[in-house]
């Protein structure tokens, strides 16, 4: 049964993939100032460059998460949305927001834009991955509560349901560890202790429980498998998720000032934290061999396999390869920690909001699933943009192993620019297999509007 207020997931969805295409430009711009260090300079300096990339990345997926509850909550609660004018509202207040932050880092002076937005009066900004200014934290904060009491409001009306529960637990905590990015002491070391407390309990802790519960709720519909086998698998991943997680934050300790004891303490929970990763693939692919029925959306089950295997390898083997202390005192901040980010935000987060629009976006249209035509374009965007990302966390890798061993291991180590310019080959092997990328994600869009009719109906 579809329900009327599920149409506010469509706006979601769609200013999503715009501010990923925007993430993905300003990224190969980046990467292209790599190499050819004056591109683009002065209109849009590195430092600019950078901000916008990582900024529309946590915003779009924020959305993303944002549009699969709106979908998702009153198909499980089986009762509309609490009030869908709001969630239209806060849409639009969110998008606007991001918008001017961004016009904002492009034409001022980021130093002007903190005296601009009063970081004056409560200094937050500076931060990686938290650049924000005080009002759009404040904008990102109001808009999360408007969410969180209409998503709240409608599963206290309606059914309860494993999938949904865990849902809400992941966007509360989302919400409540996001009020740290406001907590910025003097010091550095308690400034990076309790950073990390947003940015890594974020994607190695809550954002986890979102991503289970929007797989599980793919898998349930595509495959027809019993609810109550993809719930215990699901109970089972977000309690290696939690455990594994939350102490596993001291892999980010080892060499910040912190005691000593969590070289310990975060070598070796971080080094669970592959496996429910790896329970998570083992989940996707044995619900979708377990199938009850041949779901038309074969490009939604294939983004759902994918989802698994590749958060498996980019969260899971590549943040295992370096999460050691004693390996960590070597790569930490090096080309691998790069090569890991891209690998697991994209096989984590960004496939998993891919799954939602992939599977939601034709019912929502009034049609089962899209055309063959379609379908077969969206899983060349699938293999174009996941191959592409495998070659980027590749050539990253081995820029990463280079520069460890002439920056940092060497009898006569290399200064940082020296070993930047050894790596411009791999540099520019990582900007190719960028515009592959940007290509399959502007073949993915594409594909949703090459229906010629032919799909079933919904």
């Keep these: 049964m579809q329900y009327k207020s599920q149409a506010v997931a469509k706006y979601y969805f769609v200013g999503a993939i715009g501010l990923f295409v925007a993430q993905i430009l300003f990224g190969l711009v980046m990467g292209l100032q790599y190499v050819v260090g004056d591109f683009l300079f002065p209109a849009i300096p590195f430092n600019v460059a950078r901000m916008v990339h990582t900024n529309a990345l946590i915003v779009w997926l924020l959305m993303g998460f944002m549009g699969s509850a709106y979908y998702l909550v009153p198909e499980e609660t089986e009762t ?36 601009m937005t009063g970081n004056n009066l409560l200094p937050t900004m500076g931060r990686e991955f938290l650049e924000q200014p005080l009002i759009t934290k404040i904008g990102i904060v109001v808009v999360a509560l408007a969410f969180l009491f209409n998503i709240s409001m409608t599963m206290l009306k309606g059914r309860k349901t494993a999938i949904s529960l865990v849902l809400l637990i992941g966007l ?33 802790g809550v954002w986890e429980l979102i991503l289970g ?13 019993d609810r109550e086998v993809i719930e215990k698998w699901l109970y089972m991943i977000i309690t290696l998720t939690l455990i594994t997680g939350i102490i596993g934050t001291g892999h980010h300790y080892y060499w910040i000032g912190t005691p000593e004891y969590w070289q310990w303490w975060g070598s070796i929970f971080s080094a669970l934290e592959p496996i429910p990763f790896f329970a998570m693939t083992l989940f996707a692919f044995n619900m979708v061999n377990r199938r009850r029925r041949e779901h038309p959306n074969k490009a ?7 989802t698994g295997v590749m958060a498996f390898l980019g969260a899971g083997v590549w943040g295992f390869l370096h999460t050691l202390a004693p390996v960590n005192f070597y790569t930490h901040g090096t080309q691998i920690t790069a090569a890991h980010a891209h690998m697991s935000f994209y096989g984590a987060y960004v496939m998993v909001v891919l799954t939602m629009i992939s599977y939601a976006m034709p019912i929502m249209r009034g049609r089962a699933a899209n055309s063959n035509r379609a379908q077969v374009m969206e899983m060349w965007s699938f293999w174009l943009m996941t191959v592409s990302m495998v070659f980027i966390t590749l050539f990253l890798t081995a820029a990463g192993i280079l520069q460890v061993w002439l920056q940092r291991v060497a009898v006569t180590p290399m200064s940082f620019m020296d070993t930047q310019a050894q790596l411009t080959l791999f540099y520019w092997m990582r900007e190719v297999s960028g515009v592959v990328f940007l290509i399959g994600l502007v073949v993915y869009i594409w594909s949703f509007f090459c229906n010629s009719g032919e799909s079933a109906k919904a």
Excluded at 195 to 204: A, I, K, Q
Excluded at 300 to 306: C, E, M, N, P
Aim: glycine content about 6%; charged content about 10%; proline content about 3%.
């Design 80 to 115: 509309e949305l609490y009030s869908p004018k709001l969630a239209i509202a806060m849409f639009w207040i969110f998008l606007v927001t991001a918008a001017l932050t961004v016009l904002g880092y492009l034409f001022v002076p980021y130093a002007g834009l903190a005296q």
């Design 172 to 204: 509360w905590g989302l919400a409540i560890f996001f009020l740290f990015s406001f907590y910025n002491p003097d010091n550095l070391v308690k400034d990076k202790y309790f950073w990390w407390w947003t940015v890594h309990l974020w994607v190695e």
């Design 213 to 225: 519960a929007i797989l599980a709720f793919v898998l349930i519909k595509v495959t027809g498998v």
């Design 300 to 306: 939604a089950t294939l983004w759902a396999l994918g």
